[in-house]
């Protein structure tokens, strides 16, 4: 019975042992395992088993993308101002072996290395280039650390520059700065508007002179196509009225002929014809000798009926 129980208990501290040594790495995640003290091989995720008292996990390694938030550093200027950046670096493991054999404290290298490469930048740059230059310097930042950390198993994806605290009297300079930038632009936008306001009614202006020149012009046409309308329409009543007359006397001249007038009647219609002819108007007058022939013998016959009576 003993030898059965010590037997038992072998095999159960067997299980016990086996069991413990079964090892599942779950997902991004690494184990870093040493055999007698050497490094041994990287378990990837899975199921894995390791050596009792031969083989142990030196590093459980994550290989997420991690956030080291470092505090505020102190940097110069070329232009000689000190002010305080903090930066925050984002990184990921990609070498397990590398990250626990490569360096002692990596995140505290990360820090220092970081501070130190952004008092090299800062110090080429001057002022006003550093508060409009983020980017470039967290571009400059990155691949620096990224080319110094690659021995360590280290990748930077990406370094911002948190917070740039300039000294107080360099943030009330700048506020008076950016006041009077303002300033400036709020009175170029109104001399803008005032100027852009006048050619409007200057354009205005014009656009209403050439339009009533326009009609002017249009009624001064109008008016003299009227005044020449009428003088045509006036000339061809005229015309109208010549011809009309015209015809008439050569009517009356038809039918005095068709009537075979005598020598008489004809030197009395001249004589008509001469007294319209002058119209009270003619000062001097020729009158034709039968005429005066016939004057004379109206002359006489009027002394001759005076006498009878």
Not at 70 to 78: D, G, L, M, N
């Amino acid at each position: 019975m003993e030898w059965i129980i010590i037997l038992a208990v072998l095999l159960l501290a067997i299980v016990i042992l086996v069991v413990a040594n079964i090892k599942i790495v779950p997902q991004s995640k690494a184990y870093v395992i040493e055999r007698l003290g050497a490094y041994k091989c990287t378990w990837q995720t899975g199921l894995h088993v390791k050596i009792p008292f031969l083989e142990r996990i030196a590093t459980v390694v994550s290989l997420k993308e991690k956030v080291a938030d470092f505090p505020p550093q102190p940097v110069i200027t070329k232009d000689n101002v000190t002010m305080q950046i903090d930066t925050v670096v984002f990184y990921q493991i990609t070498d397990p072996k590398l990250f626990t054999y490569g360096v002692e404290h990596p995140v505290a290298a990360i820090e220092n290395l970081t501070a130190t490469t952004l008092r090299n930048i800062i110090g080429e740059m001057e002022l006003d280039h550093t508060l409009t230059s983020r980017d470039v310097i967290n571009a400059k930042i990155r691949g620096i650390l990224d080319e110094a950390t690659d021995p360590w198993g280290i990748k930077v994806n990406r370094v911002e520059l948190k917070n740039i605290f300039p000294p107080k009297e360099i943030q009330d300079a700048m506020e008076k700065q950016m006041k009077a930038e303002r300033e400036r632009r709020e009175a170029i936008l109104r001399a803008e508007g005032e100027k852009a306001s006048k050619i409007l009614v200057a354009e205005g202006q014009k656009e209403s002179q050439i339009l009533a020149a326009e009609g002017e012009k249009q009624a001064a046409i109008l008016r003299a196509e009227a005044i020449k309308e009428s003088k045509i329409r006036e000339a061809e009543g005229e015309a109208e009225a010549i011809v009309a007359v015209q015809r008439a006397k050569g009517e009356g001249i038809r039918l005095l002929n068709a009537s075979e007038p005598t020598k008489e009647v004809l030197t009395l219609k001249g004589l008509d014809a001469f007294a319209a002819a002058a119209d009270g108007k003619a000062t001097k007058i020729i009158i034709p000798s039968e005429l005066q022939g016939l004057a004379s013998i109206t002359t006489t016959a009027a002394e001759l009926f005076k006498d009878a009576k």
